[in-house]
């Protein structure tokens, strides 16, 4: 913490800015913010720390929103839970937009595991250099901090270093940005290796480009309440040994996990390249955060994909085997959610995973058409496509939780979406149609045959099933004669057979 703060005054922009009653200030209370004290608790009554886990996760699993109003201080110090003042800055859109990224940093917040105390944001034309809010309205967001106990403040945005210090000096608490918030629910969530290094890579590159902003080190032990346990939100991942590492450490495990990377994309382009060669063609479930993908992947395939009611609650891309109804085998894959703004660095480092949706047939993207703003998660998602070089791939677009939907929403969507079916992997609803859309578009196999096989050449018949076209089939004394089209290498095998 030895820079100088490398901001610029902006007088005219501190000159406007002042709060708008209208346009700023505080998010529902009932839904998004609470005032809670936690001074009358008696310590006595908290249970072990195994058990408090327990309970929390539970709460978590039961619902989105954790519900922590019997959790007490005590308690809350051995989960490490932050309790959390959001605030945004919105510089353009309607209300209903800026309230939208509030609502969806406050679930963020939340499922990094924070209580969101309060949520406030500020309308400005543009984010102060030096503070992100305007200087003079860092005294009020100190007011709310102080009144409402919160030891962590949650900015809309990515930040740079000098304005996150910036805001912890005046503070006092720890300041967070987006970028870091999704990077640390991401930590969370990455069960397998890949997933794992991916999001420390990503994770890295973020720390990396904030090495000078923050002194040279990474260490945000700043006293006061800052970093005070070195956990919590920007404090998983990596670790606390890495805290103190480096630059030229920090290249060195980036380089160290890019070929680590490189080794495990491999294997999964052996399996990709495996699919090709045997024609079998691949759908790729994407899709917002939430949307009901694993729910999707589960309903159409019977996979057995964990669902929660959480975001990001997939990293892992799960591909599961799956016939059409004349037994053609295609794989389905649920892939990570996407998120508005979701940092590049995530992009960058998942880069292998996404490959898979850019290297599919065709893509079910997923809607939840009982979200508020479908069109804007369908916006956000159709720019990581292009990112990732996946919007050349046929898309259709599967409008989900219709049970849960305004059905004017649903006409809305449909009208905007030509290409699109509405269903509800909770019900049931509209799944049969999205099968025969999806077997409708998987890729034809392009020759057509007509061979009289030897009973022998049992293998290719069932080769035909797999991934063949079969339009006729007749057993004769001399062997079946079928009819249909069938991929070039199957067709050049059947070519021997020819009638
Ligand atoms: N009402 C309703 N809820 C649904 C439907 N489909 C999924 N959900 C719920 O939406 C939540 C998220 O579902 P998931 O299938 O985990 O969503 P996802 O898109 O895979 O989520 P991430 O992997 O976290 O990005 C769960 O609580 C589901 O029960 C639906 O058709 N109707």
Redesign the pocket.
């Given at each position: 913490m030895t820079n100088a703060p490398d901001f610029s005054l902006d007088d005219e922009l501190a000159a406007t800015d002042e709060w708008d009653e209208e346009s700023s200030g505080y998010a529902d209370a009932d839904d998004r913010a609470s005032h809670r004290r936690y001074d009358d608790v008696d310590p006595e009554e908290t249970t072990g720390e195994q058990d408090l886990a327990e309970r929390y996760a539970l709460r978590r699993v039961a619902g989105l929103r954790t519900e922590l109003e019997d959790i007490t201080e005590v308690e809350y110090r051995q989960l490490r839970l932050e309790r959390v003042v959001l605030v945004g800055v919105w510089t353009d859109g309607s209300v209903e937009e800026a309230e939208n990224s509030m609502a969806e940093l406050a679930l963020l917040a939340e499922t990094a595991g924070s209580e969101v105390l309060e949520a406030i944001y500020q309308r400005r034309q543009k984010p102060d250099p030096a503070t992100y809010v305007g200087r003079g309205k860092v005294d009020g967001i100190k007011e709310i901090v102080d009144a409402s106990g919160a030891d962590t403040v949650i900015l809309d945005g990515e930040l740079a270093p000098s304005q996150l210090r910036n805001l912890e000096d005046r503070l006092k608490v720890k300041a967070v940005d987006r970028t870091a918030l999704i990077l640390d629910i991401f930590a969370q969530h990455a069960k397998s290796k890949e997933g794992q290094a991916q999001v420390e890579l990503a994770q890295l590159q973020y720390m990396k480009q904030r090495l000078r902003g923050w002194g040279g080190n990474l260490s945000r032990q700043a006293g006061g309440r800052v970093g005070a346990d070195g956990g919590g939100i920007g404090g998983r991942g990596p670790g606390e040994t890495k805290i103190e590492t480096d630059r030229r450490r920090i290249n060195d495990k980036i380089a160290k996990l890019r070929r680590e990377l490189k080794a495990m994309a491999g294997t999964r382009e052996t399996k990709r390249a495996e699919r090709r060669r045997h024609q079998v063609p691949s759908v790729a479930i994407a899709?917002?955060?939430?949307?009901?993908?694993?729910?999707?992947l589960?309903r159409l395939t019977d996979a057995g994909v964990?669902?929660?009611?959480?975001?990001?609650?997939?990293l892992d891309p799960t591909t599961r085997r799956t016939t059409t109804v004349d037994g053609r085998v295609y794989t389905m894959s649920?892939t990570?959610?996407f998120v508005r703004h979701l940092p590049h660095q995530l992009v960058e480092a998942f880069r292998s995973t996404l490959e898979e949706v850019a290297d599919s047939d065709l893509i079910l993207h997923?809607v939840?058409g009982?979200h508020p703003d479908p069109e804007g998660q369908i916006a956000a998602v159709r720019e990581v496509f292009a990112e990732i070089g996946a919007d050349k791939v046929p898309e259709l677009i599967v409008v989900?939780?219709?049970?849960?939907a305004d059905p004017m929403v649903l006409a809305r969507l449909r009208q905007r979406e030509p290409h699109s079916v509405v269903?509800?992997?909770?019900?049931g609803e509209g799944i049969e149609e999205a099968l025969r859309l999806v077997e409708s578009e998987l890729p034809r196999p392009g020759v057509e045959f007509s061979a009289l096989l030897p009973y022998e050449r049992g293998d290719l018949i069932d080769r035909l099933h797999r991934t063949g076209e079969i339009d006729s089939m007749e057993h004769t004394a001399e062997g079946t004669l079928v009819a249909g089209r069938a991929h070039e290498d199957l067709a050049g095998e059947l070519a021997a057979y020819a009638v």
């Open positions: 899709g917002y955060t939430n949307a009901g993908k694993s729910s999707l589960n964990l669902v929660e009611d959480a975001l990001f609650a997939t649920d990570v959610g997923v939840d009982s989900n939780k219709a049970d849960a269903v509800s992997a909770k019900t």
